[in-house]
């Protein structure tokens, strides 16, 4: 099948990027178990090498299966191109690789998952690049934080965990106007919730992890190119826009014009960086695609009445579900993310943190793991796990304070989790 846009998206979800397989016609992708390609004679090895002609090397670069995956998250979202790789926060780096050289900075939201603010605050000084930590619902904040060494602008969509939505069209204006790409985690939300691309976003990212594979198997990460940023209209971004010294001088942004950013995640970032995506990986993931919009409607479905019965629930402080009408976020629902506001959100347990560690004890069809996005639900104490390593200060910027639990309601009957909690609760605050 041909990937028109003029599919819908539960039928792309289960045909973009896949036909039968060309020698034995395999109607499902199959997993092309392979590490390397053999090159039909020497000239073919040297276009291959010269990016002169598209196609297969090693599996380090590119992978069959791995390509059906990047082709079908690219349509998903709207973009010209995919790169996969090993992990979400592969794909951070991956995004941020060809736009920063040391001395570079990258204008972030506070309200970012717990690895992510770690990794931004330390890991990437060790590459001399920098990021600003700024309120997103601050505009002028953000407008004032890009400077001339700022090289990107970084949010999620419906951020994780605190059921907070951004105005990706806001925010896209300031990165327009200061001349850098916004790119988007749109791991909580998916293609299918939020198209990041159709309000201003130049790249989108992803941990598959989470609801594109949507069963817990396996990590991995893409970053989807819109293929809409003028590479070469300032000198700021010289990887995609002057010669390329390992590729004989080639400008990738001259040669491969709106595919420029995703080739030179191939050619130089997967080549050198090695966060290769493996084809089992994007097996499970592809499987895991072709349910997506059927299962995120009915993770919306359960997360709204779930969050409707905690907010009425005596022994709750409060819910951060976006989708509820007491929600600050509820009326960005329409604009971004229409179809639903996801099935992340955190509650506040009276009784603060012993009351919080008592329910993820006592819950019984709910597992306590550090996941989201499976079709089990999940809950976890943010404070004392995933943002462990942040100050009070910066837990409370990205919602995840002492007393709060972080849930991913998962695609179970409703009631069944509803008892579950109602019965943990009874434990936790006795
Ligand atoms: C999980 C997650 C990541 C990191 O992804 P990994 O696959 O665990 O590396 C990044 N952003 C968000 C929003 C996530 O939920």
């Not at 919306?300 to 951060?320: C, F, G, H, Q, S």
Request: some cysteine; overall charge negative.
């Amino acid at each position: 099948m041909t990937d028109a846009p003029a599919h819908g998206f539960d039928t792309l979800q289960i045909h973009a990027g896949a036909r039968p397989d060309p020698a034995t016609g395999a109607r499902q992708t199959p997993i092309y178990q392979t590490t390397a390609y053999v090159f039909r004679d020497a000239d073919h090895a040297a276009a291959l090498f010269n990016l002169q002609e598209v196609g297969f090397i090693y599996s380090r670069l590119t992978n069959p299966t791995v390509a059906v995956l990047q082709e079908r998250i690219a349509t998903l979202e709207g973009g010209v191109g995919a790169v996969c790789c090993s992990s979400g926060h592969a794909a951070q780096i991956m995004a941020l690789f060809p736009l920063m050289m040391p001395g570079n900075n990258v204008v972030v939201s506070t309200r970012l998952y717990g690895g992510t603010v770690t990794q931004f605050t330390h890991t990437i000084k060790r590459f001399g690049w920098n990021a600003k930590f700024v309120d997103f619902d601050d505009l002028d904040a953000v407008k004032a934080a890009c400077d001339d060494q700022t090289r990107a602008v970084f949010c999620e969509a419906i951020a994780n965990p605190g059921g907070y939505i951004t105005d990706l069209d806001a925010i896209s204006a300031i990165a327009d106007e200061a001349g850098v790409p916004l790119i988007v985690d749109n791991t909580s939300a998916t293609p299918y919730l939020c198209r990041p691309i159709e309000h201003g976003a130049t790249l989108v990212v992803h941990s598959t992890t989470k609801y594109l594979t949507g069963n817990g198997t396996v990590t991995g990460g893409c970053v989807v190119d819109s293929g809409k940023f003028d590479w070469s209209a300032s000198d700021k971004f010289p990887s995609l826009s002057a010669p390329e010294p390992a590729y004989h001088g080639l400008k990738f942004h001259e040669t491969f014009g709106a595919l420029a950013f995703t080739f030179h995640g191939i050619a130089i970032g997967l080549r050198d960086l090695g966060m290769t995506m493996t084809p089992q990986a994007a097996h499970y993931t592809l499987m895991g695609t072709e349910t997506l919009s059927l299962r995120m409607d009915r993770h919306v479905e359960n997360a709204m009445k779930i969050a409707e019965w905690l907010e009425n629930d005596p022994r709750i402080d409060y819910v951060t579900y976006a989708g509820l009408k007491s929600s600050p976020y509820n009326k960005r629902v329409e604009k971004i993310c229409p179809r639903g506001a996801g099935g992340l959100f955190t509650f506040a347990v009276k009784g603060g943190y012993e009351a919080c560690v008592k329910l993820v004890n006592s819950l019984e069809i709910f597992s306590h793991v550090a996941n989201l996005g499976d079709t089990r639900s999940l809950i976890i104490h943010s404070a004392s796990t995933t943002h462990r390593q942040l100050t009070e200060e910066q837990q409370i910027a990205a919602g995840a304070a002492p007393e709060v639990v972080r849930v991913s309601i998962g695609t179970e009957n409703a009631d069944d989790l509803i008892a579950d909690l109602d019965q943990a609760l009874a434990k936790a605050t006795a």
